[in-house]
């Protein structure tokens, strides 16, 4: 069985929408509630770069 994380505790929450948890070693991980998808851990480093190339590529394909 895999570490938890706490990935529920509300500290691990920034306003309620941003997971930020330096323990945590996963990059994506599912929602606090299942079924509603996937979000990022944005203490990870790739979360960023992963983050800003979706949003270069929506800048160039918006000012192509």
Same mark, same amino acid.
């Given at each position: 069985?895999?570490?938890? =994380?706490?990935?529920?505790?509300?500290?691990?929450?920034?306003?309620?929408?941003?997971?930020?948890?330096?323990?945590?070693?996963? =990059?994506?991980?599912?929602?606090?509630?299942?079924? =509603?998808?996937?979000? %990022?851990? =944005?203490?990870?480093?790739?979360?960023?770069?992963?983050?800003? %190339?979706? %949003?270069?590529?929506?800048?160039?394909?918006?000012?192509?």
């Amino acid at each position: 069985m895999a570490k938890d =994380f706490q990935k529920d505790s509300p500290e691990n929450w920034k306003w309620g929408i941003i997971y930020f948890n330096r323990n945590d070693s996963r =990059f994506v991980l599912p929602k606090r509630e299942l079924g =509603f998808g996937w979000t %990022l851990n =944005f203490a990870h480093p790739i979360s960023y770069i992963f983050t800003g %190339l979706i %949003l270069a590529f929506v800048a160039y394909k918006i000012y192509q």
